[in-house]
């Protein structure tokens, strides 16, 4: 018979082993993520862009064009196939606990074959899913537009591990956190952000380089404009309610376009995580 202390021995251990197991799922997940953004990126560059996207979209994936937002699938099938390359790679990976959904941002360049020139940067930000056993697909993609050379060092990871917690409706309380943060933005502007923003909280702001970390706020409140007007059009949420997304319209004077937002659950509070304006 186990004595009082050898069962409290083994109660530990087992409790260790478990910590163990989850992060080794979790880094397992994390490491799958980026290494679909970059089969995705490399694919771009072996093959042809359209190529990349139809291969790498999920069913349902949307894109962004001139303020619309449109199927993936039949806008990148009534694209023409060119030599243009697209480079990307990620500077920034995050998971859900349970691993079916993840955010990915990093710079892009196009890049000219003729004379190998770079025409254009900017910055993506990606939602992916992954169904059961099935790999990463994207779900949405949206990018923004700079002129600042961006390199990549190492890639920022952060692995959830707040697991669901039954009968919280995740869903609806991320959807309202985001409409709270709508109508506060409206009523009093930009200092909201320091309401809800998470400490590693990143800003894709067109025409500006990213700005991340909530240290480096104003610098990316600055580059936000006043007065936008932000309509909620799609959402998901992590099977274990702990990371979520929200896209749609961002208005302002009279010139339509999109944003997205990513939200992460601290206990039953969401924090804003990500931004991407294309204003």
Same mark, same amino acid.
């Given at each position: 018979?186990?004595?009082?202390?050898?069962?409290?021995?083994?109660k530990?251990?087992?409790?260790?082993?478990?910590?163990?197991?989850?992060?080794a799922?979790n880094?397992?997940?994390?490491?799958g993520?980026?290494?679909?953004?970059n089969?995705?990126?490399?694919?771009?560059?072996?093959?042809?862009v359209k190529?990349?996207?139809?291969?790498?979209?999920?069913t349902?994936a949307?894109?962004?064009?001139?303020?619309?937002i449109?199927k993936a699938?039949?806008?990148?099938?009534?694209?023409?196939?060119? #030599? &243009?390359?697209?480079?990307?790679? @990620?500077a920034?990976?995050?998971?859900? %606990?349970? +691993?079916?959904?993840?955010?990915?941002? =990093?710079?892009?360049y196009v890049?000219?074959?003729v004379?190998?020139?770079v025409?254009?940067?900017?910055?993506?930000?990606?939602?992916?899913?992954?169904?059961?056993?099935?790999?990463?697909?994207?779900?949405?993609?949206?990018?923004i537009?700079?002129?600042?050379?961006t390199?990549?060092?190492?890639?920022?990871?952060?692995?959830?591990?707040h697991?669901?917690?039954?009968?919280?409706?995740?869903q609806?309380?991320?959807l309202?956190?985001?409409?709270?943060?709508?109508?506060?933005?409206?009523?009093?502007?930009?200092?909201?952000y320091?309401?809800?923003?998470?400490?590693?909280i990143?800003?894709?702001?067109?025409?500006?380089?990213?700005?991340?970390m909530?240290?480096?706020? #104003? &610098?990316?409140?600055?580059?936000? @404009?006043?007065?936008?007007?932000?309509? %909620?059009? +799609?959402?998901?949420?992590?099977?274990? =309610?702990?990371?979520?997304?929200?896209?749609?319209?961002?208005?302002?004077?009279?010139?339509?376009?999109?944003?997205?937002?990513?939200?992460?659950?601290?206990?039953?509070?969401w924090?804003?995580?990500?931004?991407?304006?294309?204003?």
């Amino acid at each position: 018979m186990r004595t009082f202390a050898e069962t409290a021995v083994m109660k530990t251990l087992l409790s260790f082993a478990l910590v163990l197991l989850v992060y080794a799922g979790n880094a397992q997940h994390i490491t799958g993520l980026v290494e679909a953004e970059n089969n995705f990126a490399k694919y771009a560059v072996d093959h042809n862009v359209k190529e990349a996207f139809l291969r790498f979209m999920d069913t349902a994936a949307i894109v962004f064009e001139k303020g619309e937002i449109k199927k993936a699938s039949a806008t990148w099938q009534a694209r023409p196939a060119n #030599n &243009t390359k697209i480079i990307w790679e @990620p500077a920034f990976a995050i998971v859900s %606990a349970g +691993g079916d959904l993840g955010i990915t941002t =990093g710079p892009w360049y196009v890049k000219v074959p003729v004379n190998d020139t770079v025409r254009e940067r900017g910055a993506f930000s990606t939602v992916w899913i992954k169904k059961d056993s099935a790999d990463w697909k994207f779900l949405v993609d949206i990018g923004i537009d700079h002129n600042v050379k961006t390199n990549v060092k190492d890639v920022s990871l952060i692995e959830l591990t707040h697991k669901g917690t039954p009968g919280y409706d995740a869903q609806r309380f991320m959807l309202q956190s985001e409409q709270n943060f709508i109508t506060n933005y409206k009523n009093r502007g930009k200092a909201v952000y320091n309401e809800v923003a998470d400490a590693d909280i990143r800003f894709l702001t067109n025409g500006f380089a990213p700005v991340s970390m909530a240290a480096n706020m #104003n &610098t990316a409140l600055a580059n936000i @404009p006043d007065g936008i007007a932000f309509e %909620a059009v +799609g959402s998901g949420v992590s099977k274990d =309610g702990d990371l979520g997304y929200v896209y749609g319209y961002a208005t302002l004077n009279g010139k339509k376009e999109n944003y997205m937002r990513v939200w992460r659950r601290v206990g039953r509070k969401w924090t804003l995580l990500l931004q991407t304006l294309t204003l």
